[in-house]
């Protein structure tokens, strides 16, 4: 690939940051000890894990002992919602969530559901928002759980999670939450926030793929889920991946140290982006709040087009984006997250989400809608229904 | 700059190679492999068709980086669903046998993949056809021919193409000797796929079993009702008419003593008309939807080589034009099952060029 590929796809996954790299080289071949390992390179090993614990920890507000890493952070998700709704099984059977939620949770609460759990998908307004009075009305006494996301993969919306932890504090249900987009974009504090679980994922915040962490507050009732040694406080078997996980504190803590500078660069970008867009090329419109949104999302709709052919003649033009839905081997049915917000199965597929990183530059952003202009013209020029309606106006 | 070439990829061995000979020719070529169909759920199993599974798509994907092309998964679903799926049941439904491969040919892979192709700035589509694309300057046309490998010719599932359509596909196979050579040059080039066996039957429907499957998508249950011999005395029960192709003789559930082939599929009184042997022959058939490759309109009628089923042997022809549209074939020789709903193509006498096709309606 050349250097002169623009990569505003952030949402899906994160250029490694160089310090990230050489923090965890040496735990390949130089520090290779098993931290349970009782010897010097054991312990060497060990320490490296719990120094990270403690970045992690610090990074959410949370003590070092309430953070377990996991592979990722679909494992996190898995493992929050079943291993709760398991071990309070004899409370009650009922999870609320949301229709907007990752799939790693979505798929988790259907499966739930087969096991004879009973779930709430709340709906969102709009801008994608769920209202923390419906949360708050959904619970009733056999409710075990409340899982909803900190901040929205596709639109970026950012959730109520403060008022929404209140709620669950002061009706005693345990409130999980997927900070998988919002760790390094929002400030989290876990107890200023009421969260009981939270789960994120390094490779979102320039840290390694298949690292990521579940936090649990003390005294959570949880099983564990992958059961075998004693690593984890035995709540998480399996040789802990040392190297992943040193990368994993290296990248939480540079993500973290400067969140309201980078925003502010982020949001810079974003709203000018979006209002070049939304001004320069007609029939279009943005998906997901205006400004309770993570600093690097954009979310577009163009009407008249598909967003596969969008995304391949952007991929021409060297700029990787990515649509609401995710091709090859998953799904290609529109987006839940843009039919939730009450679009129309065609416009859902005529969607862009652009998200952007520090990498990123103004020059990129003009070069980026200069594209569009172009490929989003040539597109609708072979549209029967766009030459209906532009016609229509003429 | 190279020119641009988009090519349908299956992840079978066909199409593997046609994109590694054109890779070799020079061209830049992107592998597409279009997402037609995703299968159904069967009793709360999901089966997939074998047409565009995900194993054939990670086949596929495997190919294109051995080969270092670009690859991309483009949904066709549908395209595919209208125009091939719906057609496919229509036609059954309406006492005809369709042929969906020629449906696919004609909406899926020379229309819409055509369209993605200009889009990503693409000159040509090509397959894996076994088949010879050749542009006559004398007659100004291009021309479909059939390809070196004798035995493994499809330009009977072709013969639909228009002239902007021939003008923009390229098929490297079909100057090849045949199967055994593009095997070989797949092994040569270390293809995964040197060994995976042909695809048969109907991509989208499982185990062969069409009645099932539309039974499946439409919720008509089968409706038996009656064969009659072609002086309408009962004979006996049928399943219902989507379950008989005409010809078919196997599987008609009753014996009758002799031989009896299907011969006629009456919708409107939902009856099978049988007879006996030498019955099931045609003498001549009326064709529709015509397409013309080698010239534009048939003026006057021409003799041919002309071939009924995707399988039947070539038969002397006389060709008649009845209108712009439609044409009536009277053979030499009787032809056995001539079914409506089957493709009727043309060829030249002597030669390899496709003059073109229809459907068959009566």
């Known amino acids: 690939m050349s250097n002169s590929r623009i990569y505003v796809d952030n949402s899906a996954t994160t250029p490694m940051k160089k310090e990230v790299l050489t923090s965890m080289l040496p735990y390949f071949s130089e520090i290779y000890g098993n931290p349970s390992s009782v010897y010097a390179e054991g312990r060497e090993a060990r320490k490296a894990v719990e120094l990270s614990r403690e970045k992690v920890a610090k990074a959410i507000g949370a003590q070092p002992n309430e953070i377990f890493f996991t592979g990722s952070g679909t494992e996190a998700d898995n493992w929050a919602i079943r291993m709760v709704a398991r071990a309070n099984k004899a409370k009650g059977n009922h999870i609320i969530t949301t229709a907007v939620e990752h799939h790693a949770v979505l798929h988790t609460c259907q499966e739930l559901e087969k096991d004879g759990f009973e779930v709430t998908y709340l709906p969102v307004d709009e801008f994608g928002m769920v209202s923390a009075e419906a949360v708050e009305n959904a619970i009733k006494d056999t409710t075990v759980l409340i899982t909803i996301m900190t901040a929205n993969n596709e639109i970026g919306t950012i959730m109520p999670i403060k008022e929404i932890g209140a709620i669950a504090k002061q009706h005693g249900v345990i409130f999980h939450t997927d900070a998988v987009q919002a760790i390094g974009m929002i400030d989290i504090d876990v107890n200023d926030m009421n969260i009981d679980l939270l789960s994120l994922t390094g490779h979102k915040f320039h840290g390694p793929k298949g690292s990521g962490a579940l936090y649990v507050r003390k005294g959570t009732k949880i099983g564990s889920f992958i059961t075998g040694g004693a690593q984890e406080r035995n709540k998480r078997a399996g040789t802990e991946n040392v190297a992943s996980i040193v990368g994993l504190g290296t990248a939480i803590e540079l993500a973290t140290s400067n969140i309201s500078e980078k925003t502010a660069k982020l949001s810079k970008m974003r709203d000018y982006l979006i209002n070049e867009i939304l001004e320069k090329i007609p029939y279009t419109r943005l998906n997901g709040h205006r400004t309770q949104r993570l600093a690097g999302n954009t979310n577009i709709s163009f009407e008249f087009i598909e967003g596969e052919s969008l995304l391949l003649m952007l991929d021409m033009k060297g700029i990787s984006a990515s649509s609401g839905s995710a091709c090859t081997s998953g799904s290609l049915d529109p987006s839940h997250v843009l039919l939730a917000i009450g679009l129309k199965h065609e416009i859902a597929h005529g969607s862009l989400r652009i998200s952007l990183s520090e990498d990123n530059t103004m020059e990129e952003m003009d070069y980026i809608v200069n594209s569009l202009i172009e490929i989003v013209g040539k597109l609708r020029a072979m549209s029967p229904l766009y030459e209906k309606v532009s016609k229509g106006n003429a | ?362």
């Open chain 2, 1 to 362: 700059m190279p020119e641009k070439v988009v090519i349908g990829m299956s992840g079978g061995v066909d199409s593997s190679v046609a994109a590694a000979i054109l890779k070799e020719k020079g061209y830049e070529v992107i592998g597409v492999t279009m997402r037609l169909w995703d299968g159904e759920h069967i009793n709360g199993q999901f089966e997939e068709g074998t047409c565009c599974s995900l194993s054939a798509v990670e086949d596929a994907r495997r190919v294109a980086y051995k080969l270092g092309i670009d690859y991309y998964v483009m949904d066709f679903r549908a395209e595919f669903e209208k125009n091939v799926i719906d057609y496919f049941v229509d036609e059954y439904q309406s006492g005809r046998t369709p042929n969906p491969c020629i449906a696919c040919n004609k909406f899926l892979k020379f229309d819409a993949l055509i369209k993605k192709a200009e889009m990503l700035g693409a000159s040509y589509v090509a397959t894996g056809h076994y088949a010879r694309i050749e542009y006559d300057k004398t007659i100004n046309r291009y021309l479909l021919k059939k390809s070196r490998a004798t035995v493994k010719d499809q330009t009977y599932a072709l013969y639909g193409l228009n002239q902007d359509q021939l003008s923009k596909t390229l098929m490297p196979l079909g100057e090849l000797s045949g199967k055994d050579e593009t095997r070989r040059i797949a092994d040569k080039l270390g293809l995964p796929t040197a060994n995976k066996p042909d695809s048969q039957e109907i991509c989208f429907v499982p185990d062969n079993d069409y009645a099932e499957f539309i039974y499946r998508r439409t919720g008509n249950p089968l409706k038996p009702g009656n064969f009659v011999d072609v002086n309408g005395n009962v004979l006996g029960r049928h399943q219902g008419i989507i379950k008989y192709t005409i010809g078919q003789r196997k599987g008609l559930g009753i014996a009758f003593g002799k031989p009896m082939f299907v011969i006629r599929i009456d919708v409107e009184k939902n009856e099978v008309v049988l007879g006996e042997k030498g019955t099931e022959f045609s003498q001549s058939l009326i064709a529709e939807n015509m397409n013309f490759i080698t010239f534009d309109k048939l003026e006057n009628e021409i003799r041919a080589k002309v071939k009924v089923r995707y399988t039947a042997k070539e038969a002397s022809a006389v060709i008649v034009p009845l209108s712009d549209d439609r044409v009536k074939v009277i053979f030499d020789e009787p032809q056995r099952a001539v079914t409506p709903g089957q493709a009727v193509v043309f060829y030249e006498i002597d030669g390899d060029n496709v003059i073109g096709g229809g459907i068959i309606s009566a």
